[in-house]
């Protein structure tokens, strides 16, 4: 094959349908899911609620969504293996979809929540389906370009969501998320399912979708919770520092109100560019791993320069936002990860349940983080869960084994 043959083959390859649909996808979803913390206080001020409340019942609703989002993990991971990866990008996306239209006619915290939540368990299947499918469908040294391709367009939802929000109301934000998915829908017809997922459907006898069989073996079990340990500190920057910066800015003495909504936008842009390139490094370096904890240290560095490094100005915090959100785009990295380690029998499950399960975790974080800042503070209080989190992702991406060759087309047993 000639170089210039290999080249179309290669860009043919990366923009076909499904790396655009799981592209489009993961946009909307990103719009989806960080649409709470970017309207988080114009619609809980709206609602009736003072700073207190606003930041108590704020941290509860992100709980809501982020149990919905564990719990959803959980369900489309399983119906991914069992009847397909394409039910579940059409199922999860009509659930969040509807929620996210609800949630612009909200009056009540209680409903918000119930909402917010509902949301969470349909956001839960849009990434890990779109991951899988992507990955079954490219050649395996492809796969990294690919899956990199889907986050760093994804994650620009987040950018859109907070124009959005300031070109428009919180509620009609939300009625554009809703619209947006059903858009979606259309698209996705005609996509094609996974071969290697028709290959393995055909077998009768085979177990599939068995989330408890990521408990019955303890090597499996160590894999499996090894790959959610690489993902850790990626929603601590987004759900500590970004969702909480503003209170980390006044801990810092900083002047300038900050808003949550635009650190967490310009975190996200350095999402999608570090998505970008780790999957650029992922492919010249012939290396999951050594990808991931380069920019791991980078997110590493930035956290420490973020809370500890005198920043003065709302410009210096937002400038940190990007910093630490360009090492964590490593999550299209990480998710590939995720798939690459597990047999097509359950590899949706592993795809899907894998990065919810780490959104899942900023439940333990926020309710750490808030029982720790009457202690010490919100800069120390932070700067301890970071601390764990960072620790866990560091041994785990180290021991984690290597996925960059490995042929997708088995089973587990």
């Not at 071969?195 to 499996?220: I, V, Y």
């Amino acid at each position: 094959m000639t170089t210039l043959t290999k080249e179309k083959s290669t860009l043919a390859y990366l923009l076909s349908a499904p790396v655009i649909v799981a592209s489009l996808g993961y946009f909307v979803d990103i719009y989806d899911l960080l649409l709470f913390g970017i309207v988080r206080i114009p619609s809980l001020t709206e609602l009736g609620l003072d700073e207190a409340a606003r930041s108590i019942e704020g941290a509860s609703i992100l709980n809501w969504q982020m149990t919905g989002l564990l719990l959803g993990g959980v369900l489309w991971g399983v119906l991914g293996d069992k009847k397909g990866r394409l039910s579940v990008l059409f199922g999860s996306i009509i659930t969040y979809s509807i929620a996210n239209f609800a949630c612009g006619f909200v009056h009540d915290v209680f409903i918000y929540k119930i909402l917010r939540f509902i949301a969470g368990v349909g956001l839960a299947g849009e990434l890990g389906a779109g991951i899988t499918l992507v990955s079954e469908s490219l050649p395996k040294r492809l796969r990294a370009l690919g899956t990199s391709l889907v986050a760093g367009v994804g994650v620009l939802g987040a950018v859109v969501g907070y124009f959005t929000v300031e070109l428009f109301s919180w509620r009609n934000a939300y009625f554009i998320g809703g619209g947006m998915g059903i858009l979606l829908l259309f698209l996705r017809i005609g996509v094609f399912e996974s071969g290697m997922f028709h290959a393995m459907k055909a077998k009768e006898q085979l177990s599939k979708g068995n989330f408890l069989s990521f408990f019955t073996k303890k090597s499996r079990l160590i894999l499996y919770l090894k790959c959610i340990g690489v993902g850790l500190p990626t929603w601590f920057v987004i759900g500590i520092l970004a969702t909480f910066s503003n209170e980390i800015g006044k801990a810092l003495h900083i002047t300038e109100a900050i808003k949550p909504g635009l650190a967490v936008m310009w975190c996200y842009v350095g999402l999608a560019a570090g998505d970008l390139v780790s999957g650029l490094l992922s492919y010249w370096l012939e290396s999951r791993r050594k990808a991931v904890a380069f920019l791991m240290l980078f997110a590493a560095i930035g956290t420490v320069l973020f809370l500890f490094g005198g920043i003065e100005t709302s410009r210096g915090l937002y400038l940190m936002c990007l910093w630490t959100g360009f090492g964590i785009g490593y999550w299209a990295m990480f998710v590939t990860i995720g798939a690459e380690q597990f047999g097509t029998n359950v590899r949706a499950t592993a795809a899907t349940t894998i990065p919810n399960m780490v959104r899942g975790t900023v439940v333990l974080m926020t309710t750490f983080y808030t029982f720790l800042k009457p202690q010490v503070m919100e800069l120390y209080a932070a700067g301890i869960v970071g601390l764990i989190c960072f620790a866990i992702g560091f041994y785990c991406i180290k021991t984690i084994p290597e996925t960059h060759h490995k042929d997708l087309d088995f089973v587990e047993d």
